[in-house]
């Protein structure tokens, strides 16, 4: 008897422990580790950054998602980091290396010129959406309700909604944050702080 109270009072707070710990993953945050150099310069290939799961997304807003279903190259469990530049009913286009969200220039400086203009080329939703045929049909001029569009900041590897369309809320794991012991100064802020 003694014994097994001697045991339990070991074993109890483990098993609270893992219990508080697989809740704060579930509807908290999740690490999450970053594969391939689509973020680049901000997030490099295999830095591990977290995922806020309460978050607000906004314009700006670095998320992390689940592609498989979104992208129809991605396999099941296949989560992508990209950088939200469209909210539900935004109009998004590109002209010479600037985004436009609603006719409003989207201020990019989180990457450099050359960034901007390798790679983003010139497009409105319609063309994108019936040049890559994810439309289905439809004219598509508007981010529709519970998507959102995104884009990686390496525009000129980043498979991104330019090529498969829109990210649905449903499929959002997280807001991306650095943490604070990890890269430079100006790339946790350009991720952590842009977000409008």
Known sequence: MQKTREVMSWVIPILIGLALALLIKQYVF???????PSMEPNLNNAEKVIAYKPAKIKHLSVIVFDAYGEDP???????YVKRVIGLPG??????????????????QSFISEAERTSGTGNWTLASISKQNGWAKGKKVTVVPKGKYFVLGDHRSVSNDSRYWGFVDKDKVVGVVKVPFWTSTK???ANVNSLAF
């Open 73 to 79: 190259s991605a396999k099941t469990h296949t989560n």
């Open 186 to 188: 100006t790339k946790r």
């Open 90 to 107: 935004d109009k998004v286009k590109s002209e010479n290396g600037y985004i436009y969200v609603n006719n409003k220039k989207v201020k």
């Open 30 to 36: 999740t690490r999450v580790k970053v594969d391939g």
